[in-house]
């Protein structure tokens, strides 16, 4: 027998609403290959030098379309031509989006405009209040095109089969608790991002009409709390305590993504294959087989792109620093830190990634195991989240991290003077060092998406990530701060992106004004 959130999930796929198709008669939005071929190419230009997870790029896609348009375009009319470029770019497919199309995603743009104009005039002025309303502009297009209702659904029945299990020992609201629980489930199940995260929020808190929502005094009711929503909305992003839920929800969100994986495949039959011993063991290991592999490759190409990401936007910086110091400071070049700078960083993320292990027969088991428990409802394990240190204990720790950061960034300096580096040398070496080492753990943490992790952590692990520590949080402290700090994105984005926009639009327009004459001959 399934268990109830399982039941639950099981009835939602049935019920659920189908989409809606285009009339027989509405003319799909066509774009002449060319264009086509052009603007993906620029596309995948763009994300070369601006790293991001593969699963948030046709968002941020989205997003950036729209501000370019509504900087430089006024923002009147523009649902057309954007979804024109996203089939330009092939985030959306040629000839299979209807005209129709353009309509409602104007309208969902409208509906953001008029938030925009009856927002508190102090938010107002503040440049997040564009942004976020941006970002969630991008979110709910792409939700129109690529509706998931079923991820959704699969989140559901995560947090309702953990939420009763969590002990948080804090002073804080139930609600805001269990806020935090289903912010750890989408993290963990479907690596879900701030802005993703956002919307879903935001959502939670709108009428459930917002999707159709036209009434401009309604959305003007909306506006005027608007600062306070995304206030609190930011408040439950940063708390630290979905942050500490997220190892603890490691191995369940594993045994939820095979379930996520059956239902993706057999849909609102999904019941016949979870309720089938047999028949989801097989399912379980064939999907675990080829996914292993799958990882392993995906590893090595987000590996090739970081390098890429590394080198044109931080490795270029370094020789336009490095150089210019040594030969007015140093009076000559000095080849073997300029190299190191170069070579030593990519090499050390390539070795990384490339050493990440397969995982074996005893994981795939331990899945299983864990999606039978899942399913059947057997008892979670309680997860406790302690408080934290105060007083004389966290004082103590923060001196002994700040020792082990001392000792281990000490260590490297010392090293490198031995080697001759300058301060400006040893400064980027250290810079590329903490950034490189924040990418290769993002990297092999994708790796072992499916590794169940155990509690009896090897003594010679835990010593190593215990130095490796201070360097990682270093690059992740970087990374965050200096994500904007891109000279390759600025240019692209403000300085070519628009002309080069404009000619694919003039070519395509051109293209099909061409058509019509030789239409017109016959």
């Not at 353009?102 to 104009?117: F, G, H, M, P, S």
Request: with cysteine.
């Amino acid at each position: 027998m399934l268990s109830h959130p399982i039941e639950v999930l099981l009835e939602r796929l049935k019920t659920q609403k189908s989409l809606t198709h285009a009339a027989p008669d509405d003319t799909p939005i066509n774009v002449n290959r060319l264009t086509e071929k052009a603007g993906a190419a620029y596309e995948k230009l763009r994300y070369l030098v601006d790293y991001k997870d593969e699963r948030h790029i046709r968002r941020s896609a989205i997003e950036r379309i729209i501000k370019r348009k509504i900087i430089f375009e006024g923002g009147e009319d523009i649902g057309l031509s954007l979804i024109q470029e996203l089939i330009a770019g092939r985030y959306l497919p040629n000839n299979a989006i209807p005209e129709s199309s353009a309509n409602d995603v104007e309208r969902i743009i409208r509906k953001y405009q008029t938030l925009e104009r009856h927002l508190p005039p102090d938010f107002k002025r503040e440049p997040r209040a564009r942004n976020i309303l941006i970002s969630l502009m991008g979110s709910e297009i792409e939700e129109f095109f690529f509706p998931n209702n079923e991820d959704d659904f699969v989140v559901d029945a995560f947090y309702q089969n953990i939420v009763d299990s969590v002990r948080v020992d804090a002073p804080l609201e139930e609600s805001f608790i269990r806020t935090q629980i289903l912010i750890a489930c989408y993290r963990s199940l479907l690596n879900t991002d701030d802005e993703t995260l956002r919307y879903k929020l935001w959502l939670k808190q709108m009428p459930d009409e917002w999707h159709t929502l036209e009434d401009e005094s309604t959305l003007a009711n909306i506006a005027s709390h608007g600062k306070e929503i995304w206030n609190g909305i930011r408040t439950a992003l940063t708390d630290p305590l979905s942050f500490r839920l997220l190892p603890k929800l490691t191995n369940y969100a594993i045994y939820f993504s095979i379930i996520r994986e059956v239902i993706r495949a057999y849909g609102a039959e999904s019941e016949r294959i979870l309720s089938d011993h047999e028949g989801l063991r097989r399912f379980t290991r064939d999907f675990l087989e080829k996914n292993y592999k799958r990882q392993f490759t995906k590893a090595r190409g987000s590996a090739v792109r970081a390098v890429f990401y590394i080198f044109l936007t931080k490795m270029l910086l370094a020789i336009a620093l490095e150089v210019p110091y040594q030969i007015y400071f140093l009076k000559g070049v000095e080849y073997i830190p300029i190299g190191t700078n170069i070579i030593f960083h990519p090499l050390l993320l390539l070795v990384i990634t490339i050493s990440v292990r397969k995982l074996d027969d005893e994981n795939t088991k331990a899945i299983e195991k864990g999606v039978n428990n899942v399913l059947s409802g057997e008892n979670v394990k309680l997860i406790k989240i302690n408080p934290k240190q105060t007083g004389f204990f966290n004082s103590l720790f923060l001196l002994v991290y700040s020792a082990m950061f001392l000792v281990v960034f000490g260590a490297i300096v010392f090293a490198l003077e031995k080697l001759h580096f300058s301060p400006v040398s040893i400064f980027l070496f250290l810079c590329f060092l903490t950034l490189i080492s924040y990418f290769a753990l993002r990297i092999r943490h994708s790796a072992n998406r499916w590794k169940v992790s155990r509690e009896d952590t090897r003594t010679l692990a835990l010593a190593f990530n215990l130095f490796a520590l201070p360097i990682v949080r270093a690059g992740r402290w970087l990374s965050r701060k200096f994500s904007s700090i891109n000279l390759f994105v600025f240019v692209l984005d403000f300085i070519i992106e628009t002309p080069f926009k404009l000619l694919l639009h003039f070519s395509d327009t051109f293209v099909s004004f061409l058509r019509e004459k030789q239409e017109d001959v016959y």
